[in-house]
């Protein structure tokens, strides 16, 4: 089994709607929960970071952690065609260097 | 934008052949690692190194190399490439410092989409 499980998609909304990605976990030890975007042809880019559980905005960008459901999501406000990428959610565990992927989900947004 | 590269962006290559992929990073981040990515796939850990001659192997296990003799570069040896290597290759770093939080991200080159034949 997969520490991390993420719906690779692929996902296809229209513009402004609002866009939810989810990860699931199992190992209760993750404390420090990332998304990663990723163009096509690019490296990931760190989209949003959070510690522990609870919600953290960033403009069109909501991560949320609920660490008694190990599940993380990622919301996207009025999404734009611009925000097409994967999304990869990554996690680790205090004290630890090395990161855990998700498979990341692949998101178009259409005009 | 992260100052971390990488060469070649392709490589098609035939079996046998001895190839290296190479990492460099301007921001002299003391923490550099190689992922593998497959389509559909999570990145694997394949190498890391927290310094100047420094390396560990990750936590997929790989037939390249890796070597860290200076901060700012950090080449991937395959010394007889198969077709079984085909893949993308990403490198990335961090900063980790003394003193400093240990929640720097990871900065990630652009990759190298290895094709073996």
């Known amino acids: 089994q997969k520490e991390v499980e993420q719906d690779p998609g692929p996902l296809s909304v229209p513009e402004g709607a609002i866009v939810s990605l989810n990860c699931t976990y199992s190992n209760s030890a993750f404390q420090y929960f990332m998304w990663y975007r990723q163009y096509s042809r690019k490296g990931p880019e760190l989209l949003m970071y959070?510690?522990?559980?609870g919600n953290k905005e960033d403009g069109r960008f909501t991560a949320q952690v609920d660490k008694s459901s190990k599940y993380i999501s990622l919301f996207i406000r009025d999404s734009q065609p611009s925000d097409s990428a994967t999304y990869l959610c990554a996690m680790r565990k205090q004290g630890a260097q090395k990161l855990v992927f998700g498979q990341g989900t692949r998101l178009t947004i259409n005009p | 934008e992260a100052d971390i590269y990488q060469t070649p962006r392709y490589l098609v290559i035939g079996t046998g052949k001895k190839i290296t992929l190479e990492c460099s990073q301007t921001?002299?981040?003391?923490?550099m690692y190689w992922y593998q990515q497959d389509p559909g796939m999570e990145l694997h850990l394949i190498h890391y190194?927290?310094?100047?001659?420094?390396?560990e192997k990750g936590d997929l296990s790989s037939e390249s190399t890796v070597s860290r003799i200076r901060t700012e570069h950090f080449p991937l040896t395959l010394e007889s490439a198969r077709p079984s290597h085909t893949s993308q290759y990403l490198c990335a770093s961090s900063s980790g410092r003394t003193g400093v939080s240990v929640n720097s991200p990871l900065h990630f080159g652009n990759g190298t989409r290895l094709t073996v034949t």
């Open positions: 959070t510690y522990s559980s």
């Open positions: 190194s927290y310094g100047v001659n420094s390396t």
């Open positions: 921001m002299g981040h003391d923490k």
